[in-house]
């Protein structure tokens, strides 16, 4: 039986024969297959019958067909086998013979769409769905005995495989596509820029996702990717220029961004555009007229000299200036507890990086006798601190007692207790002598009959340690005069705290603006502070400042940055290819007016090129997680590395990739260097802090010796006030092309050589340690984990300017803990390039023996040269030099002897007490006495040892 017959028949079987049954006819025509039973309405027998659920069960005595009509499943018993089976090849042959025409136009139509294209996440459910359609029409790839043609029945695997796509078939379609692309466009790719583009820059160009991250590194040519990219879009016909839109955040990078898009691709109606300029032009487009942009969005500095105008403003209204006096009460110091630290020398670093002094600029020991200092100061009671106590206690171990606070007029003494209500002590403070201390106070109190009054860690942490201060000197008959409200703020305005608190509210406004913040968003952003009664404190100071600028807004009938964002988002483009540059630095409005352009327009697609490594301003709100957390938060993602470094060397990528990749958040890159080098270009230069001027000079001279003429210098500082005179430097070296920048500044930059001033510690240091404002810090993006992760990708972004040499300048006295790092860590650093004074080689052995983390600086005074822990006055520990070169001793076996090895100069310690030895000539000859005898007074050692026994001790040492 053929299938191009009009009709066949189905013959029963013996055994059906027997049971009464007739031949089935089967009837072709162009409305299908009818089926004809003897005495029964006929049947269209449908497709489904192609599914194996179907067909053919063969009996002992005879067959059955299980077929799928349009009246339901019918079930043909007693058929002759042979019979059956050539039936149901028939019906199946016919079936898809009925189907063929439109599977394999279909099949072409889905081939086409998947092969002209980079198949997108967003368009695979759409092949699938075409494909399934087609798929329900046969259901199965037909074998060989039913469709004979081997080319038609590839046309049905390949509708069943777009109909069950799998990653492996999108990944080889893709992988087709890229690689056809590239072929195709490799002439294009060669000569877009000066130089070919790499590999990974080609795949970054053609891969086309619904969403695109290009990760680069520094220096791997991130622009010719954008460049790259619209010029292949363009080029391949995928997009018009009026299709493209290319953001930038600077002006002067879109400019920039425009010249190499004119020279490169000879285009010039592809136009790159910033944030504000996109936003100004949506804006004309939907009200019909360009809006009026706040001068304040142009001009900081008019911004901030008006924020200090609205604030000493209100500042003469009383309800306003209490507001502002209570927050001063509570909040003047960053809320940090000795509890956080891990040792004295690091809270001490803390209290140094954040000037935290008293109202009287005294620098005291802990943030919480700063309280009581000024609590006693407004209250009119005068107070000394650390004042000698009147009973001498000297002994040969233990100075004389000064207690924190005297009180003059009542003879009373104050103690504070760093204890908390179970007396634990701060981890670096040992718990039983400091409770040992705590008893000898009050002892020494009970029995020289003094009055002490005790306050405690605890009494703060509950937030009563001032009112509970109050009450215990209110019993013992202190009487108060209160500072009037006017005489603190003038005191406070003396003390420059005012204007730094005004500072701090133009910090708070600006990064409220940036924010786009409207009332309920802000109030969303500020519930889950650590800080909350101090942000809340601090946001009801700034709301009349907020209503002021909104009001001035209005009288001008002018619109900020948040305003033209949120009329922006509500325009509906046009664009097909978004591209963002810098994308690491985006933050959380530029977030949304970019995904409502996207969404507006359907298979959009996304372009953004960033580096999660050089995301460094989290002060202006910009939002590392929306580049580590890109897929999460755009969906479907392509992500593509460049890994190649066209800027510095492999000396320079190793340290710098080495350092920032210790976070762990960053995201993982195998960076490597186009140049290789096989000796260090990272240089550390060790010098005094009031001779890195000097030092800078002989490192510019350096480099001019070796440099060919016209090289680029840069020289960077961590904040730009700390810039040294550029003209000096030009002078010095006319033959080098010397820039000064901070660090910030020099994101995107590049020089044949870089140097690195003050990497220091403290608030202007290297890292900064200066403490962000609570109020600032809730409204900006949530930080890291990881500490100092922003000023680790700064120093990244500082190191990765060079192209051939960095030097970092540091003094070891007060390194930075970058510098610190780099040395304990063996970081491939060269350290011997320039001359370097013993004592700053060896400066990190003779750490503070009280507070640990201080370094020993020299310093004159009364009794001549010492040398003092630089966190002094909280830190007094003092020793004195070598006898010879007034270099630094170390103690050793029972001895003291001068860090040069050449001086050799050693004394002996004392055994009982621990002080240094004295060489003394007596009736008895000469012989080492104790420095701290004095005759027949209380305190007094009169351990010695003899010259000749002090002599055989160095020479069994």
Request: net charge neutral.
């Amino acid at each position: 039986m053929t299938v191009d017959q009009a009709s066949s028949k189905i013959k029963p079987s013996w055994f059906g024969c027997l049971l009464g049954r007739r031949p089935i006819q089967l009837v072709y025509s162009s409305d299908g297959i009818v089926l004809h039973r003897f005495q029964q309405e006929p049947l269209i027998i449908i497709n489904r019958c192609l599914s194996h659920e179907y067909g053919c069960r063969p009996g002992f005595f005879s067959s059955a067909l299980l077929l799928s009509t349009s009246s339901g499943d019918v079930t043909l018993t007693g058929l002759d086998k042979a019979s059956a089976t050539n039936g149901l090849l028939t019906i199946r042959t016919q079936l898809y013979q009925s189907v063929t025409k439109e599977v394999c136009e279909q099949a072409d139509l889905i081939n086409r769409f998947v092969s002209s294209r980079y198949l997108k996440t967003s368009q695979i459910k759409q092949v699938m769905h075409r494909a399934s359609l087609v798929k329900d029409k046969f259901f199965e790839v037909p074998g060989s005995d039913i469709v004979h043609d081997e080319a038609i029945r590839e046309q049905f695997k390949f509708v069943e495989a777009m109909a069950n796509l799998t990653p492996v078939v999108i990944s080889k379609l893709r992988e087709k596509y890229l690689a056809r692309e590239l072929r195709v466009y490799a002439g294009f790719f060669d000569g877009v820029e000066k130089n070919p583009l790499t590999v990974s820059q080609r795949n970054a160009c053609v891969i086309d996702e619904d969403n695109n991250l290009i990760l680069a590194g520094a220096g791997t040519g991130k622009t010719s990717v954008m460049i790259g990219r619209v010029g292949y879009l363009i080029q391949s016909g995928k997009a018009r220029p009026n299709d493209v839109l290319m953001l930038a955040f600077g002006r002067k990078a879109a400019d920039e961004m425009d010249e190499r898009i004119k020279e490169r691709l000879g285009i010039d109606t592809v136009k790159a555009s910033t944030f504000h300029a996109l936003g100004l032009s949506i804006v004309a487009q939907v009200e019909g007229g360009k809006p009026s942009i706040t001068p304040y969005e142009e001009n900081e500095k008019r911004l901030v000299a008006q924020i200090d105008q609205w604030f000493h403003a209100l500042l003469d209204t009383p309800e306003y200036r209490r507001k502002v006096l209570t927050y001063f009460d509570h909040y003047m110091y960053s809320v940090t507890s000795s509890f956080d630290f891990e040792n004295e020398g690091s809270y001490f670093a803390f209290l140094d990086a954040n000037n935290t002094v008293s109202m009287k600029q005294e620098m005291l020991k802990s943030l919480e006798e700063c309280y009581i200092a000024n609590f006693l100061f407004k209250m009119g009671v005068e107070y000394q601190y650390e004042h000698k106590y009147a009973i001498d206690t000297r002994t040969l171990i233990h100075g004389q007692y000064k207690p924190d606070f005297f009180l003059p007029e009542y003879d009373i003494y104050i103690e504070h207790f760093g204890i908390d209500r179970e007396s634990n002590t701060a981890p670096y403070v040992n718990r039983e002598k400091y409770l040992e201390g705590m008893e000898w106070k009050r002892e020494t109190h009970r029995e020289n009959e003094t009055t002490l009054v005790e306050t405690f860690h605890y009494e703060l942490a509950e937030g009563v340690l001032l009112s509970a201060l109050e009450a215990k000197l209110s019993a013992l008959g202190v009487m108060f005069n209160p500072l009037p409200d006017k005489a603190v703020l003038e005191t406070l305005k003396e003390n420059k705290m005012v204007n730094a608190f005004s500072r701090v509210l133009h910090q708070v406004m600006k990064v409220y603006l940036s924010g786009c913040y409207d009332e309920a968003r802000l109030h969303q952003r500020l519930i889950g502070s650590e800080k909350k009664g101090q942000v809340y404190a601090a946001l009801e100071i700034l709301a009349p400042i907020i209503d002021n600028y909104k009001a001035d807004l209005s009288d001008n009938d002018d619109i900020d940055f948040a305003q033209m964002i949120d009329k922006a988002i509500e325009f509906k483009p046009a664009w097909k290819y978004i591209l963002v540059d810098e994308f690491q630095d985006i933050a959380g409005p530029r977030v949304r007016l970019i995904k409502a352009l996207r969404n507006a327009v359907k298979s959009a697609s996304l372009f953004c090129v960033g580096d999660d490594w050089q995301s460094v301003y989290r002060f202006t709100g910009s939002d590392i997680a929306y580049t580590t957390e890109f897929e999460n938060i755009f969906g479907d993602t392509a992500k593509t590395t460049l890994e190649k470094s066209f800027r510095f060397n492999s000396s320079i990528g190793d340290v710098a990739s080495r350092f920032v990749m210790l976070n762990p958040l960053q995201i993982r890159k195998d960076i490597t260097a186009h140049a290789r080098v096989s000796q260090s270009a990272v240089s550390l230069v060790k010098t005094k802090s009031s001779e890195i001027e000097n030092r800078l000079e002989e490192v510019i001279a350096k480099i001019a010796s070796i440099a060919s003429s016209n090289s680029s210098v840069l020289i960077l500082n961590r904040f730009r006030f700390q810039a040294p005179k550029l003209h000096r430097l030009k002078k010095l070296a006319p033959n080098l092309d010397i820039k000064v920048m901070s660090a910030h500044g020099s994101k995107g930059k590049e020089a044949g050589f870089v140097i690195v001033m003050n990497m220091l510690d403290g608030e202007f240091g290297f890292p900064s340690e200066k403490i962000t404002h609570p109020l600032v810090d809730a409204l900006l993006p949530s930080t890291e984990a990881f500490e100092f992760a922003e000023e680790r990708r700064l120093f990244y972004v500082a190191l990765t300017r060079a192209k051939n040499r960095v030097y970092l300048l540091t003094d070891m006295e007060k390194a930075s803990r970058f510098v610190i790092e780099l040395i304990e860590q063996e970081y491939p650093i060269e350290q011997n390039e320039f001359p370097t004074s013993l004592l700053q080689k060896l400066i990190r052995k003779i750490s503070c023996r009280s507070c640990h983390t201080g370094t020993m600086t020299l310093r004159s005074g009364k009794w001549g040269r010492y040398y003092g822990c630089c966190h002094y006055p909280r830190c007094a520990h003092t020793e004195k030099p070598c006898g010879n070169c007034n270099l630094p001793m170390s103690v050793e076996n029972g001895y003291k002897m001068c860090i040069d090895p050449e001086c050799n100069y050693r004394v002996p310690v004392c055994q009982k007490c621990g002080s240094d030895m004295v060489y003394r000539t007596g009736a008895y000859g000469e012989f080492w006495g104790c420095r701290n005898y004095r005759g027949n007074e209380r305190v007094s050692c009169n351990y010695t040892m003899k010259s000749k026994e002090f002599s055989e001790y160095i020479l069994n040492d």
